[in-house]
């Protein structure tokens, strides 16, 4: 046997076993994202990301809150509040995505690349839609900052609702059981020098209801921590069995409260906890055509 023959049946070997160890790693990476991968097969279709802006009104919404600390009277916080607003609606107002929103937007386009999904990331503006409403929805933000959130939400047959409420405050609506989950915020630290913020998101999946044979997402939030973490809990491999789960037993239509916590200060400091609350089916309406 010849060396150049020996050496021959050597590199052959290589290449038939690095071929092998990449078709094993190929399979077993597609093995250990099946989950993930049914879940955001609607992204093998044409999709659409719809991100809202913030008017003025959200913005400002919880400033008044935010000068107790400097401004004593009530009336002269709103009166404040009354000021700017009225400035703010003199000048051109182009629209702000939530950082919350834009975060959630850079995590799921960077997870559908290690899937390897042929995710062509389009993200549009409410009115820059148009007749792409009839392809799959990714819709980014809730009923207060997304105007197309607010048309589909209902037709989709969502009871979750990020709204703000009869006091001026951004919250997560559960119309079902007439229950708001507020944002809150502990301002006095604990004894061991703690704040502790809490928000909560919603993570929604259903037929698109311009188009049956095509799908809506929805991710928002009361802030934007409620959307980060609802994008969050649709990408964390700690949720994808139970998102795969609650695709079957709610065949496509279901709801999720997520809940985001966050520790500052004290011996926990940055710790952040983003859990799952609940899902359950929609109550999805007669189609409207």
């Known amino acids: 046997m010849s060396a150049a023959y020996e050496i021959g049946v050597n590199l052959t070997s290589a290449a038939i076993g690095a071929a092998a160890g990449l078709g094993w790693t190929y399979s077993a990476n597609r093995f250990k994202y099946r989950h993930h991968r049914a879940f955001w097969r609607f992204l093998e279709k044409p999709t659409v990301f719809v991100v809202g802006d913030l008017e003025p009104g959200v913005l400002l919404g919880t400033l008044p809150n935010a000068l107790e600390q400097v401004v004593g009277q009530e009336q002269d916080r709103q009166r404040i509040v009354d000021t700017i607003m009225a400035h703010l609606n003199t000048q ?32 549009l503006h409410p009115s820059q839609v148009g007749e792409r409403r009839n392809q799959n929805l990714v819709l980014i933000g809730g009923n207060d900052a997304n105007s197309l959130t607010n048309a589909l939400a209902p037709r989709l047959g969502c009871r979750l609702a990020s709204i703000i409420n009869d006091k001026g405050h951004n919250v997560v609506r559960d119309s079902r059981h007439n229950v708001d989950y507020e944002v809150t915020w502990q301002r006095q630290p604990t004894a061991n020098g703690a704040t502790v913020l809490v928000d909560y998101g919603i993570l929604a999946r259903g037929r698109n209801p311009y188009n049956l044979e095509h799908e809506v997402l929805l991710i928002a939030g009361a802030h934007g921590l409620g959307s980060l973490a609802a994008a969050e809990v649709s990408l964390s491999p700690k949720y994808e069995k139970r998102l795969y789960n609650d695709l079957k037993e709610y065949n496509g239509s279901f709801e999720c409260l997520v809940r985001y916590k966050r520790v500052d200060g004290g011996p926990d400091d940055g710790q952040v906890t983003i859990d799952l609350e609940f899902s359950r089916g929609l109550d999805v309406p007669p189609h409207q055509p």
Not at 95 to 107: K, M, P, Q, T, Y
């Open 92 to 123: 051109e107002i182009s629209g702000l995505i939530g950082r919350g929103d834009l975060d959630a937007i850079v995590n799921m386009v960077a997870k559908f690349a290690s899937l390897r999904l042929p995710a062509e990331t389009r993200v």
